[in-house]
Every structure is written in structure tokens, then in C-alpha cells.
């Protein structure tokens, strides 16, 4: 049963620190997403991949966000430093763009806190 | 800038009902219309996909209409039940994977 996985499931940290989350998109799916989910603002892309290719980080905070593929089965997305703002539900998601839906497959997402 | 509205962050109904959830849509002419369900501490998870081209999908107890000229989508649970209690999120997209634009969801609860 494929699946995208994320870690760490939760993180709680103290502003100024340094955050990496990581995800496995699911294997052959030649798409990543990263979302970041608030109760205020919904579901709201951060960065995408294809082919390992950083194609829109428009999203994220250049400052302080950074996203990268190191290779096709991992997907990191680093906050250094932390700000208790960046406190939301961050999701990893991968897809296939030859499929007709396009859906996408998301992983269980990172709960993190920042204090 | 692009925006969408789904009627209401919650909707009770008893169970056996339809529920019917309601996604509107501004400044904005999408490829195609997605329908994903998301419960507690969980990812989305993709239901349905209907096409610009396309008036109505259908899916077990599941069914998504797509106006475009209302800028409207309606997605309806026939026959409901408790198990069906989820946050519903639609979402808007242009080509095979390519980011989509999300509502913020409406949360369903069935009533046994």
C-alpha cells in the first residue's frame, strides 16, 4: 500500500531554532508539494517539485524557509529560525503528472509548535 | 486575487440525508474541480475530480456537480452516514499536477 510519509509526526521547539521536516513521496510519483495548514488560512501551497526541479516556492518565506529534494525518495523542508507564526500543520503531498485526475496523495502531515 | 468560498465551516445532518456541501469560486477559470476528505490528523484524502467540461460526476454515494458559469461546485452525500463525518475540502486546479488552490473546507458531522 503506497503511501507518503512524513517525520517527525510532531515537533515542539522554541523560537530561534532550527526545523526540518521530512517526507517520501510515494515511489514513481514524479511530483512533490509542500502545503502548510492553519486554521485561519486553510490549506496553502508552500513549494513543488517535479523532477527534483524546484518549480514555485513563491509561497515561503525566503527568509527564513527553505525547501530541497536531495533525491526522489525525500523531500526536506527546513525553517531556521522558528517563529511561533510558522506553528501550523505542515503537509507533504506527491503526485504523477501523467495521471488524468491529477490527484494528489498526502502524507500525515508535521504538527509543529513553536513556543 | 483568487478565492474560494465553501458555504460554511460546518453542517450537522441527521443520518440517511443528503448532505449538501457548496464550493464558489472568484477570479479563477480551473482546468478541472477536486473533492478531498480530510479527517482529524490526517492528510487529505482525494474523492473525486470532475472536468470544466463536465456537469456531473458520480461515485458510489458521492455526487459533484461543476457550473461554470456560476463559478459553482456542489458535492452531495447520498444516503448519509456517521462514518461520512469529515472535514470536505474542494479544490481548484489547472493541469495534471500542478498546484491546486484550496478551500478552507466545510466540516461535516452525520447525526445517527
Known amino acids: 500500500d503506497a503511501r507518503v510519509t512524513q517525520t517527525p509526526r510532531h515537533k515542539v521547539t522554541e523560537m530561534g531554532q532550527e526545523v526540518t521536516m521530512r517526507c517520501q513521496p510515494i515511489?514513481?510519483?514524479?511530483?512533490v508539494f509542500w502545503y502548510r495548514q492553519t486554521m485561519m488560512q486553510g490549506l496553502e501551497l508552500l513549494a513543488y517539485?517535479?523532477?527534483?526541479?524546484?518549480?514555485?516556492d513563491s509561497g515561503m518565506p525566503k527568509d527564513r524557509f527553505s525547501a530541497e529534494m536531495p533525491d526522489a525518495t525525500l523531500a526536506t523542508l527546513k525553517i531556521q529560525p522558528s517563529e511561533p507564526r510558522d506553528s501550523a500543520v505542515y503537509f507533504c503531498?506527491?503526485?504523477?503528472?501523467?495521471?488524468?485526475?491529477?490527484?494528489?496523495?498526502f502524507g500525515p502531515g508535521t504538527r509543529l509548535t513553536v513556543l | 486575487s483568487q478565492k474560494i468560498e465553501q458555504n460554511s465551516e460546518a453542517l450537522n445532518i441527521q443520518e440517511g440525508k443528503t448532505a449538501t456541501l457548496t464550493c464558489n469560486y472568484t477570479?479563477?477559470?480551473?482546468?478541472?474541480l477536486q473533492w478531498y476528505r480530510q479527517d482529524p490528523g490526517r492528510g487529505p484524502v482525494f474523492l473525486l475530480l470532475?472536468?470544466?467540461?463536465?456537469k456531473e460526476k458520480r461515485k458510489e454515494r458521492l455526487k459533484v456537480t461543476f457550473d461554470t458559469t456560476l463559478k459553482q461546485s456542489l458535492f452531495h452525500i447520498t444516503a448519509s452516514q456517521p462514518a461520512d463525518s469529515a472535514t470536505y475540502l474542494c479544490?481548484?486546479?489547472?493541469?495534471?499536477?500542478?498546484?491546486?488552490?484550496f478551500g478552507k473546507g466545510t466540516r461535516l458531522s452525520v447525526i445517527a
Open positions: 503531498a506527491s503526485g504523477l503528472v501523467r495521471t488524468r485526475r491529477g490527484e494528489q496523495f
Open positions: 515511489l514513481g510519483h514524479n511530483t
Open positions: 517539485f517535479r523532477n527534483r526541479a524546484p518549480l514555485d
Open positions: 477570479n479563477y477559470s480551473p482546468a478541472y
Open positions: 470532475i472536468r470544466e467540461n463536465e
Open positions: 479544490a481548484l486546479g489547472n493541469s495534471g499536477n500542478t498546484p491546486l488552490v
